[in-house]
C-alpha cells in the first residue's frame, strides 16, 4: 500500500469516513464520519431527518455512499460488489429494526434457525442454537409458536436472539426499542447490551430516545447529515463547533 493510500483508523471495526448520501435531490449525508472499535456499544442520535438511518445503511453496506469511504475490518465495504457486500451482511453483520421483520408464519424457532440455515449451518446444529438463544433470552416456551402471536417485546427478542445466532461482528439496531413501552424497552435494551458484552460483539445503536443511548459506551449526534459528538465545544448559539453553521 503506497503512503498516499488513504487506510482506517487504526482500533476501529467499522468507520464512516466523509460519506456524502443524496436520495435525488434530497442530501441525507454531507460528509459524515464515525467509527466503533471492536466490542464498542455505539449510540446515534439526532432529530428525525438527520440522517442517522442513511448512516447505519452505509455502514452496514447497504446503500452505498455517494463519496466517501466506509471501512469494514480493515476492508473498504464500499468498494466490494453487491455480491460480497450480501455475503459479508450475512455473515459479519446482524440487524435488529423498529418492527423485527420477523417471518410471522414460522415459529420462533424457525426465525432463528433461519439466517443460520441461509449460512449453510447444519439444519440439527441450526435448530440446537436456536434453542439455546431461546433459552438465554428467556423464551424457551415460546419455541414452537408462530412469532405472529407473539408480545411486541417477545418479537424484539426473537428479533434480538435471530440476529446474534450467527455471532456476528457488528450488530446494527436501528430504534429497536421504537415500538415498544418503557418496560419491555428496558427488558430488550438489557438483553441487547449483556449478549453484546458476552460475545464480544461491536453494537451500532440508532435511537432518538436518551434512555435507550444512555445504555451506549459512547454517543455521537447526527445533524443535518453531520456528526457531532456531545463533547465537541458548543458555541454560544448552542451549536456544536463540528456542525455546519448556518446549513439548513
Ligand atoms: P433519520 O434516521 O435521522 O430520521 P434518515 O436517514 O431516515 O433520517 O433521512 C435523512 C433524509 O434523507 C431525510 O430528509 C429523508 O427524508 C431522506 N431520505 C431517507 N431515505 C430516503 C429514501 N429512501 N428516499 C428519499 N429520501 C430519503
Same mark, same amino acid.
Not at 417471518?103 to 439466517?115: G, M, R
Not at 440439527?124 to 414452537?144: C, F, I, M, N
Given at each position: 500500500?503506497?503512503? *498516499?493510500?488513504?487506510?482506517?483508523?487504526?482500533?476501529?471495526?467499522?468507520?464512516?469516513?466523509?460519506?456524502?448520501?443524496?436520495?435525488?435531490?434530497?442530501?441525507?449525508?454531507?460528509?459524515?464520519?464515525?467509527?466503533?472499535?471492536?466490542? &464498542? #456499544?455505539? +449510540? #446515534?442520535?439526532?432529530?428525525?431527518?438527520?440522517?442517522?438511518?442513511?448512516?447505519?445503511?452505509?455502514?452496514?453496506? #447497504?446503500?452505498?455512499?455517494?463519496?466517501?469511504?466506509?471501512?469494514?475490518?480493515?476492508?473498504?465495504?464500499?468498494?466490494?460488489? =453487491?455480491?460480497?457486500?450480501? =455475503?459479508?451482511?450475512?455473515?459479519?453483520?446482524?440487524?435488529?429494526?423498529?418492527?423485527?421483520?420477523?417471518?410471522?408464519?414460522?415459529?420462533?424457532?424457525?426465525? #432463528?434457525?433461519?439466517?443460520?440455515?441461509?449460512?449453510? /449451518?447444519?439444519?440439527?446444529?441450526?435448530?440446537?442454537?436456536?434453542?439455546?438463544?431461546?433459552?438465554?433470552?428467556?423464551?424457551? &416456551?415460546?419455541?414452537?409458536?408462530?412469532?405472529?402471536?407473539?408480545?411486541?417485546?417477545?418479537?424484539?427478542?426473537?428479533?434480538? *436472539?435471530?440476529?446474534?445466532?450467527?455471532?456476528?461482528?457488528?450488530?446494527?439496531?436501528?430504534?429497536?426499542?421504537?415500538?415498544?413501552?418503557?418496560? +419491555?424497552? &428496558?427488558? /430488550?435494551?438489557?438483553?441487547?447490551?449483556?449478549?453484546?458484552? =458476552? &460475545?464480544?460483539?461491536?453494537?451500532?445503536?440508532?435511537?432518538?430516545?436518551?434512555?435507550? *443511548?444512555?445504555?451506549?459506551?459512547?454517543? /455521537?449526534?447526527?445533524?443535518?447529515?453531520?456528526?457531532?459528538?456531545?463533547?465537541?465545544?458548543?458555541?454560544?448559539?448552542?451549536?456544536?463547533?463540528?456542525?455546519? /453553521?448556518?446549513?439548513?
Amino acid at each position: 500500500m503506497s503512503s *498516499a493510500e488513504p487506510s482506517h483508523s487504526p482500533g476501529c471495526l467499522i468507520e464512516a469516513r466523509d460519506v456524502v448520501k443524496s436520495f435525488g435531490q434530497t442530501p441525507a449525508l454531507r460528509g459524515a464520519s464515525v467509527s466503533a472499535a471492536a466490542g &464498542e #456499544i455505539l +449510540a #446515534i442520535m439526532g432529530p428525525s431527518g438527520s440522517g442517522k438511518s442513511t448512516l447505519l445503511h452505509c455502514l452496514a453496506g #447497504i446503500f452505498k455512499p455517494d463519496s466517501g469511504q466506509v471501512w469494514f475490518d480493515g476492508t473498504r465495504l464500499d468498494e466490494l460488489s =453487491e455480491t460480497r457486500r450480501t =455475503e459479508l451482511r450475512r455473515t459479519a453483520f446482524g440487524f435488529v429494526f423498529q418492527f423485527g421483520q420477523l417471518v410471522p408464519e414460522l415459529s420462533t424457532a424457525d426465525n #432463528i434457525a433461519l439466517p443460520l440455515l441461509l449460512n449453510r /449451518v447444519r439444519r440439527k446444529t441450526a435448530y440446537q442454537a436456536a434453542d439455546s438463544w431461546l433459552k438465554r433470552l428467556a423464551l424457551a &416456551e415460546t419455541g414452537a409458536r408462530r412469532t405472529g402471536e407473539l408480545s411486541g417485546g417477545q418479537a424484539q427478542r426473537v428479533a434480538l *436472539a435471530r440476529a446474534l445466532a450467527p455471532r456476528p461482528k457488528v450488530i446494527f439496531a436501528d430504534e429497536p426499542t421504537g415500538s415498544l413501552d418503557s418496560l +419491555a424497552s &428496558e427488558n /430488550v435494551m438489557d438483553l441487547l447490551v449483556g449478549m453484546a458484552r =458476552e &460475545e464480544g460483539t461491536t453494537v451500532v445503536l440508532v435511537t432518538h430516545d436518551a434512555r435507550v *443511548a444512555a445504555y451506549a459506551d459512547r454517543e /455521537v449526534m447526527v445533524r443535518d447529515g453531520k456528526v457531532t459528538s456531545p463533547l465537541d465545544p458548543v458555541d454560544a448559539a448552542g451549536r456544536h463547533a463540528g456542525a455546519e /453553521v448556518g446549513s439548513q
